[in-house]
Antibody, heavy 117, light 113 residues
Framework: QVQLQESGPGLVKPSETLSLTCTVSGGSISTDFWNWIRQPPGKGLEWIGY???????NYNPSLKSRVTISVDTSAGHFFLKLNSVTAADTAVYYC???????????WGQGILVTVSS | DIVMTQSPDSLAVSLGERATINCKSS????????????LAWYQQKPGQPPKLLIY???TRQSGVPDRFSGSGSGTDFTLTISSLQAEDVAVYYC?????????FGQGTNLEIK
């Protein structure tokens, strides 16, 4: 059974960098597709991007200039960095595993990140 | 980007009655080489992550009750709950995985009438 858990600061100042960690257990972090998805309070879901094969990435063009997803396969973690944040980046951030063909079958519980001074 | 549009935004159904949620994609998500529709449905309850219900438009995820079913092809899809139970109160999302960026519908809020 795959389990994911997000961690990181719950409050980030405007213009700074949001940094989150997803800890994976039960899955193959070096071969599966590992994603970040976010959900502003009371709103819908937005796919941010994924990393697979220990380093190949694919990002949502709407965020591509500000996003970096990386992985530490030895520690079983993957990471999200989103720079130059604004209040519009306030959201619950989920990490999720994508089944090879594209649906998300395992999700973390999510972490609320608020952008505020 | 493929835009996913759900209807209605909100739906109230009596217990034991049928609930139907529609999802329309701005372009076909049917991949002709394998005749599969790259469309999934999720259920999200308050304070919880989304839960996968359906993939390939009509394949039920393991453990999902058989009152949930998916249908449709190309650009038009439907999620049906045949007999609404109290625990089905949630927001439902469709999602296309035909191409990146993967996109979701805006959600349908299902309540008990």
């Amino acid at each position: 059974q795959v389990q994911l858990q997000e961690s990181g600061p719950g409050l980030v100042k405007p213009s700074e960098t949001l940094s989150l960690t997803c800890t994976v257990s039960g899955g193959s972090i070096s071969t599966d597709f590992w994603n970040w998805i976010r959900q502003p309070p009371g709103k819908g879901l937005e796919w941010i991007g994924y990393i697979y094969n220990s380093g190949s990435t694919n990002y949502n063009p709407s965020l591509k200039s500000r996003v970096t997803i990386s992985v530490d396969t030895s520690a079983g973690h993957f990471f999200l960095k989103l720079n130059s944040v604004t209040a519009a980046d306030t959201a619950v951030y989920y990490c999720a595993r994508r089944e090879g063909n594209g649906w998300f079958n395992y999700w973390g519980q999510g972490i609320l990140v608020t952008v505020s001074s | 980007d493929i835009v996913m549009t759900q209807s209605p935004d909100s739906l109230a159904v009596s217990l034991g009655e049928r609930a139907t949620i529609n999802c329309k994609s701005s372009q076909s998500v049917l991949y002709r080489s394998n005749n599969k529709n790259y469309l999934a449905w999720y259920q999200q309850k308050p304070g919880q992550p989304p839960k996968l219900l359906i993939y390939w438009a009509s394949t039920r995820q393991s453990g999902v009750p058989d009152r949930f079913s998916g249908s449709g092809s190309g650009t038009d899809f439907t999620l049906t709950i045949s007999s609404l139970q109290a625990e089905d109160v949630a927001v439902y999302y469709c999602q296309q995985y035909y191409s990146t960026p993967f996109t979701f519908g805006q959600g349908t809020n299902l309540e008990i009438k």
